[in-house]
């Protein structure tokens, strides 16, 4: 089973601040089969990213994806209000279980 | 673009059972592999089990294998959880979500529905 490790588990910025959210895995993988969500309190889970860089349908230009291996980054450029949420990466190859992170929570400082 | 929604949450003692369903609309359901995923009070998503469009692929998380079992019907566009065997652990908001790999890309959950609450209690 691949773990993935994401960090920090907190994120204190401002909006308008660059936040940087990384994914580990413990084994490497291909990049295609990694996807990162957004989750905000008392709402579905939505997709970001999928392919380690492709935007889902919808997604603002702010939010990006890279890397490959063993190691992924979510950024997103430009924190607007909505953004304060937490983030999830995901991995889902042809081994299950599909995994998910546990989160890096972007917070208002 | 598509809709799921969730039903038969509700509070279960442990050693219980129930069953959870989830109505696809708006998409080809039998187009997509179907997820079951859910959130523990203050903990993260967790991936429990999942079925592959004809239901010839079928797996589950350790925590929930031998305990759970996943259906699809296609031409009812639905989904169901059956879970015994409840735990105190197992509550959590249940979500059913769909993704599907083309060509060795996986595309992500890109629909979920807004999740049923499962609380496993005496």
């Known amino acids: 089973e691949i773990v993935l490790t994401q960090s920090p588990g907190t994120l204190s910025l401002s909006p308008g601040e660059r936040a940087t959210l990384s994914c580990r895995a413990s084994q490497s993988f291909t990049r295609t089969f990694l996807a990162w969500y957004q989750h905000r309190p008392g709402q579905a889970p939505r997709l970001l990213i999928h392919g380690a860089s492709h935007r889902a349908t919808g997604i603002p230009d702010r939010f990006s994806g890279s890397g490959s291996g063993t190691d992924f980054t979510l950024t997103i450029s430009r924190l607007e209000p909505e953004d304060f949420a937490v983030y999830y990466c995901?991995?889902?190859?042809?081994?299950?279980?599909?995994?998910f992170g546990r989160g890096t929570k972007v917070e208002i400082k | 673009e598509g809709q799921l929604v969730e039903s038969g949450g509700g509070l279960v003692k442990p050693g219980g059972s129930l069953r959870l369903s989830c109505a696809a609309s708006g998409f080809r359901f039998d187009a997509y592999t179907m997820n079951w995923v859910r959130q523990a009070p203050g903990k993260g998503l967790e991936w429990i089990s999942s079925?592959?469009?004809?239901?010839?692929?079928?797996n589950y998380a350790d925590s929930v294998k031998g305990r759970f079992t996943v259906s699809r019907d296609n031409a009812r566009s639905s989904l169901v959880l059956h879970m015994q065997s409840l735990r105190v652990e197992d509550t959590a908001v249940y979500y059913c979500a769909r993704d599907r790999t083309i060509l060795d890309h996986y595309f992500g959950m890109d629909v979920w529905g807004q999740g049923t609450t499962v609380i496993v209690s005496s």
């Open positions: 995901q991995q889902s190859g042809r081994s299950p279980p599909s995994t």
């Open positions: 079925v592959s469009t004809a239901s010839s692929d079928i």
